[in-house]
């Protein structure tokens, strides 16, 4: 593999060799309502991977059309990944290999069965009523982004199920920019990886990847918002559980004996913050403390949380204030105990992409040159790619124009996918150019 090393003063070069690269809105729309009828929900419950058997649906579909692109190294792994190269054309011989990465899976927060994919061509700014539920209705005062596509089309679904534009619109576009590449031999590239990653949206998207087949030094995941936002700082995340043991005796001869564990878990929940240190209340770089599930009888409950933040301290200054919270309450049940364990699950990208600044400055110039102006922004959440990039594939991610995601209300604009898919392939012409 080839690498770079780091330079805090990298600069972009002149614009001189910008070539004019335009892609279809209607073909990468057309991509998308194909993929998105199409049920691939994860579940956050489940114990095999991935988590369901119907994600594999839609790789086995995307593995067919990478194969009819004429893509012949294609495939899917006994896990649901899929994994492909195009192959590089350019005489340069120390040209790093890029991956463009994109989750199959949709979340668990609304249904993504039967998705019934609706086209609105030429949006005109009015309210649109979904036809299958009247009570949903997108509109621009409650989704101002709208306002930039008068005139262009939009996707949405019926009303009963999200859309699944997270993150099928990054599939779309990175399928329609491949096609591109495949199609315009004279476009010089690199190694240029694709890979499609399931149960991204139950935290588990680089569970069971192959770093040394995928093979790739640098990579970017589509999975983000608005037209031309790049993310290269993600929150760091852990999850939390608190163990609650009760005193359990027979509820007939109970007095001044029982200590019942699900009310103390209550207790600890109605003790949490009201005005701060939840999802509800925080903004931009605040970090937080959410409960997401409670479980157990009288005897023995948990309660599961997860904590956020932008840094390791304001994580672990999180975790310390929950805990000594959860001790004050069960100290008040003589008899009860409890116990606190945390468990990492992705941090900061940041922390790694800082030691190789021409990633993120080369999505920047990429986007640029598709004719977008950059948005630099953080995650208050996390991708795929925060993973990789303390794997070994520096990774950050690049818009597709998703909107409103997990609800009845997502949205799509055709021409922020299409010029995903453009951002992509200048990507692709950048590291070779500048290698």
């Given at each position: 593999?080839?690498?770079?090393?780091?330079?805090?003063?990298?600069?972009?070069?002149?614009?001189?060799?910008?070539?004019?690269?335009?892609?279809?809105?209607?073909?990468?729309?057309?991509?998308?309502?194909?993929?998105?009828?199409?049920?691939?929900?994860?579940?956050?419950?489940?114990?095999?991977?991935?988590?369901?058997?119907?994600?594999?649906?839609?790789?086995?579909?995307?593995?067919?059309?990478?194969?009819?692109?004429?893509?012949?190294?294609?495939?899917?792994?006994?896990?649901?990944?899929?994994?492909?190269?195009?192959?590089?054309?350019?005489?340069?011989?120390?040209?790093?290999?890029?991956?463009?990465?994109?989750?199959?899976?949709?979340?668990?927060?609304?249904?993504?069965?039967?998705?019934?994919?609706?086209?609105?061509?030429?949006?005109?700014?009015?309210?649109?009523?979904?036809?299958?539920?009247?009570?949903?209705?997108?509109?621009?005062?409650?989704?101002?982004?709208?306002?930039?596509?008068?005139?262009?089309?939009?996707?949405?679904?019926?009303?009963?199920?999200?859309?699944?534009?997270?993150?099928?619109?990054?599939?779309?576009?990175?399928?329609?920019?491949?096609?591109?590449?495949?199609?315009?031999?004279?476009?010089?590239?690199?190694?240029?990886?694709?890979?499609?990653?399931?149960?991204?949206?139950?935290?588990?998207?680089?569970?069971?990847?192959?770093?040394?087949?995928?093979?790739?030094?640098?990579?970017?995941?589509?999975?983000?918002?608005?037209?031309?936002?790049?993310?290269?700082?993600?929150?760091?995340?852990?999850?939390?559980?608190?163990?609650?043991?009760?005193?359990?005796?027979?509820?007939?001869?109970?007095?001044?004996?029982?200590?019942?564990?699900?009310?103390?878990?209550?207790?600890?929940?109605?003790?949490?913050?009201?005005?701060?240190?939840?999802?509800?209340?925080?903004?931009?770089r605040e970090g937080f403390v959410h409960p997401v599930a409670v479980n157990g009888i009288a005897e023995k409950a948990n309660i599961q949380f997860i904590v956020r933040d932008f840094n390791l301290v304001g994580l672990q200054e999180h975790h310390k204030k929950l805990k000594e919270l959860a001790e004050n309450v069960v100290n008040q049940f003589p008899g009860a105990t409890m116990e606190y364990e945390a468990q990492e699950q992705y941090r900061n990208?940041?922390?790694?992409?800082?030691?190789?600044?021409?990633?993120?400055?080369?999505?920047?110039?990429?986007?640029?040159?598709?004719?977008?102006?950059?948005?630099?922004?953080?995650?208050?959440?996390?991708?795929?790619?925060?993973?990789?990039?303390?794997?070994?594939?520096?990774?950050?991610?690049?818009?597709?124009?998703?909107?409103?995601?997990?609800?009845?209300?997502?949205?799509?604009?055709?021409?922020?996918?299409?010029?995903?898919?453009?951002?992509?392939?200048?990507?692709?012409?950048?590291?070779?150019?500048?290698?």
């Amino acid at each position: 593999m080839c690498t770079f090393g780091s330079d805090k003063n990298f600069l972009f070069s002149d614009q001189k060799s910008i070539s004019m690269i335009e892609i279809s809105s209607h073909n990468v729309a057309e991509r998308l309502m194909r993929y998105v009828q199409i049920d691939t929900q994860s579940d956050p419950l489940g114990n095999n991977f991935p988590t369901t058997e119907k994600q594999k649906d839609l790789s086995k579909l995307l593995l067919n059309e990478l194969v009819e692109m004429g893509i012949s190294n294609a495939e899917m792994d006994a896990y649901g990944y899929v994994y492909a190269t195009i192959p590089s054309n350019s005489k340069k011989i120390t040209i790093p290999t890029i991956c463009f990465c994109s989750h199959v899976d949709t979340a668990p927060d609304c249904s993504g069965t039967d998705v019934k994919p609706i086209y609105h061509q030429n949006y005109d700014g009015k309210d649109i009523v979904l036809p299958d539920d009247k009570d949903q209705v997108l509109s621009i005062k409650h989704s101002p982004y709208l306002q930039q596509h008068l005139g262009h089309s939009i996707i949405t679904a019926s009303g009963l199920t999200l859309l699944g534009a997270d993150d099928k619109s990054g599939v779309a576009a990175i399928m329609e920019a491949a096609n591109f590449l495949m199609q315009h031999p004279s476009i010089a590239h690199g190694d240029i990886k694709i890979l499609f990653t399931p149960d991204e949206e139950v935290g588990k998207g680089t569970a069971q990847v192959d770093m040394k087949k995928l093979g790739a030094d640098f990579g970017y995941t589509l999975d983000g918002g608005e037209a031309g936002s790049l993310e290269d700082e993600t929150f760091s995340a852990d999850s939390a559980t608190i163990t609650i043991e009760g005193v359990i005796v027979h509820p007939g001869y109970a007095k001044d004996k029982l200590v019942n564990a699900l009310k103390i878990a209550g207790a600890v929940l109605e003790a949490l913050p009201k005005t701060e240190w939840s999802p509800e209340t925080t903004k931009e770089r605040e970090g937080f403390v959410h409960p997401v599930a409670v479980n157990g009888i009288a005897e023995k409950a948990n309660i599961q949380f997860i904590v956020r933040d932008f840094n390791l301290v304001g994580l672990q200054e999180h975790h310390k204030k929950l805990k000594e919270l959860a001790e004050n309450v069960v100290n008040q049940f003589p008899g009860a105990t409890m116990e606190y364990e945390a468990q990492e699950q992705y941090r900061n990208m940041k922390e790694v992409l800082d030691k190789y600044p021409q990633v993120t400055a080369f999505a920047a110039e990429a986007i640029q040159r598709s004719g977008l102006v950059v948005k630099k922004e953080s995650i208050r959440g996390g991708t795929d790619g925060s993973r990789f990039s303390y794997i070994g594939m520096p990774c950050p991610n690049i818009f597709t124009g998703m909107q409103n995601i997990h609800s009845k209300l997502e949205w799509v604009g055709a021409k922020d996918m299409a010029k995903a898919a453009e951002t992509i392939i200048h990507l692709c012409m950048i590291w070779e150019e500048k290698s």
